[in-house]
């Protein structure tokens, strides 16, 4: 088992595009949760999804919408980049049952310039 | 609103030394805190979780709720705890909602 795994690794977009993050979760997990991790400071949480429902969010705004897939595999879209959108995105797995044993994925690393 | 504090963000120390690392927080239900450690070029990882109880690594961690505090200790610091370690609040009222505080870098020089 890979473990959490995501892609693109680095990705460079312009200001006002649109980026797809994409994240597959460790073997046996059904919960995927987004963080955005800023330079020098610690991930905030964006959102979960669950049985490919967004079961809780964050305080980020609706630029930021996600999806889940039947493989519970898990997509965070951001619309409308600004330059502070740059950061390192993480995907966090877990089981249902068990929400605080979250395995993180390495992350990607958005640039909007 | 929660808030988690890390008031330092390097600690340097020399192997041997014990080394502390302070966490505070703010939160209004039943607390549940955890440190993750990053290590250079690997993921963001689970060190120890307050409800286990556990030594891991020779890391240990109490919950104060008096001080509304979750420091991290070591008596012995080495070279390979050189990492960055974030502490993290687990908001109870979601499904796994970490609160995660700046961070703090430690180094351990030889």
């Known amino acids: 088992d890979a473990g959490v795994t995501q892609s693109p690794t680095h990705l460079i977009k312009t200001r006002g595009q649109q980026v797809t ?6 073997s046996g997990h059904d919960t995927v949760s987004w963080y955005q991790q800023a330079l020098g400071q610690g991930p905030q949480f964006i959102f979960q999804y669950y049985e490919e429902e967004e079961r809780q969010r964050g ?3 609706d630029r930021f919408s996600g999806h889940q897939f039947p493989n519970y595999s898990s997509e965070l879209n951001v619309n409308a980049l600004l330059l502070g959108d740059s950061a390192l995105y993480l995907c966090a797995s877990s089981f249902r049952d068990r929400p605080y044993e979250q395995y993180f994925g390495p992350g990607t690393r958005l640039t909007v310039t | 609103a929660q808030r988690v504090t890390q008031p330092e963000k390097l600690l340097s120390v020399f192997k041997g030394a014990p080394v502390e690392l302070k966490c505070n927080y703010s939160y209004s239900g039943s607390p549940e805190l955890f440190w ?3 290590y250079s070029r690997q993921r963001l990882q689970l060190l120890l979780r307050h409800i286990s109880r556990e030594s891991i690594k020779g890391f240990t961690a109490d919950l104060n709720k008096g001080e509304t505090s979750f420091h991290l200790k070591k008596p012995f610091a080495q070279e390979e ?3 960055m370690y974030y502490c993290a609040l687990l908001i109870t009222d979601s499904w796994g909602k970490f609160q995660f505080g700046a961070g703090t870098q430690v180094v351990v020089t030889p």
């Open chain 1, 21 to 26: 993050l994409r994240c597959s979760p460790k």
């Open chain 2, 36 to 38: 993750y450690v990053q």
């Open chain 1, 59 to 61: 305080n980020f705004p």
């Open chain 2, 81 to 83: 705890d050189s990492a």
